[in-house]
C-alpha cells in the first residue's frame, strides 16, 4: 500500500548549519506534499507544502525539494536555529483522496 | 484568533471507561480529522469528517467512535473496546480538500490507569 517514509529517524546537526531532512514516498500518484513541524507536547504545524508540478519551492530558511523520478521528498533548513529542534513529519495527500498519510517523522537535535 | 482547540489536555481513564475527546474549531473548515500518534510512530487516522452530519473510519477506527453534529466540533470517544488506548490524540481541520494543509490542535495525552 501507499506509505511515506523517512530515511533518518534522527539528525543532529551544529547551530548555524544547514539541515536536510528526507523522505520517501511510494505513490507515483499523489499530488500534494506537505511538510509539518512538531514540537514536544503540540500539535504539529505546516511548515511548507509543494504540488506535484513543481520541483523546488523556498519559504523562509526552508526549502523543499521533489523529485518525482525516485519518489524522493527533502526538507532544507538554512542556518539552523536551537528553535529547529523539533520533529519534523513529511506527508502526502494522495490526488482525488481527502486523506494526507503521515511519515513516521524526523527528530532534528540543534547543538548549540 | 482562529484556531483549534482540543481538551483536555491530558485524561486519565481507568479500565472499561468510556472517555470523550473535545475538539473544536473556529476557522470555518469543513473538514475534521482525528490522528492517534504512539511513541516513535507517525499519525494514524482514526476518523474524518468532511461536512456536519457524515464521518468516514480511517485506518484504525476500532474501538472508538466520533460525531459531527455541528460544524465546529468533532468530539472522538474512545470506548473501552478500544484495548490499548494510551496514547496522543491530535484533532485537526482543513478545507474540504485536505491539499490545502491542516490545522492541528495541541493534543490531548490519554493514559489508562
Known amino acids: 500500500g501507499e506509505s511515506v517514509g523517512l530515511h533518518l529517524p534522527t539528525l543532529s546537526v551544529q547551530e548555524g548549519d544547514n539541515s536536510i531532512i528526507n523522505c520517501a514516498y511510494s505513490?507515483?500518484?499523489?499530488?500534494?506534499f506537505i511538510w509539518y513541524k512538531q514540537e514536544s507536547g503540540k500539535g504539529p504545524q505546516f511548515i511548507i507544502d509543494?504540488?506535484?508540478?513543481?520541483d523546488k519551492r523556498q519559504g523562509q530558511r526552508v526549502t523543499v525539494l521533489l523529485n518525482k523520478t525516485v519518489k524522493h521528498l527533502s526538507l532544507q533548513i538554512a542556518a539552523t536555529q536551537p528553535g529547529d529542534s523539533a520533529v519534523y513529519f513529511c506527508a502526502e495527500s494522495l490526488a482525488g483522496g481527502f486523506k494526507t498519510i503521515f511519515g513516521a517523522g524526523t527528530r532534528l537535535f540543534v547543538k548549540a | 484568533d482562529g484556531g483549534i482547540t482540543q481538551s483536555p489536555k491530558y485524561l486519565f481513564r481507568k479500565e472499561g471507561q468510556n472517555v470523550t475527546l473535545s475538539c473544536e474549531q473556529n476557522l470555518n473548515h469543513d473538514a475534521m480529522y482525528w490522528y492517534r500518534q504512539d511513541p516513535g510512530q507517525g499519525l494514524r487516522l482514526i476518523y474524518y469528517?468532511?461536512?456536519?452530519?457524515?464521518?468516514q473510519k480511517g485506518d484504525i477506527a476500532e474501538g472508538y467512535s466520533v460525531s459531527r453534529e455541528k460544524k465546529e466540533s468533532f468530539p472522538l470517544t474512545v470506548t473501552s473496546a478500544q484495548k490499548n488506548p494510551t496514547a496522543f490524540y491530535l484533532c485537526?481541520?482543513?478545507?474540504?480538500?485536505?491539499?490545502?494543509?491542516?490545522?492541528f490542535g495541541s493534543g490531548t495525552r490519554l493514559t489508562v490507569v
Open positions: 505513490n507515483s500518484a499523489s499530488d500534494y
Open positions: 469528517s468532511q461536512i456536519v452530519n457524515d464521518f
Open positions: 485537526a481541520s482543513s478545507p474540504t480538500d485536505s491539499r490545502y494543509g491542516y490545522t
Open positions: 509543494i504540488r506535484s508540478n513543481m
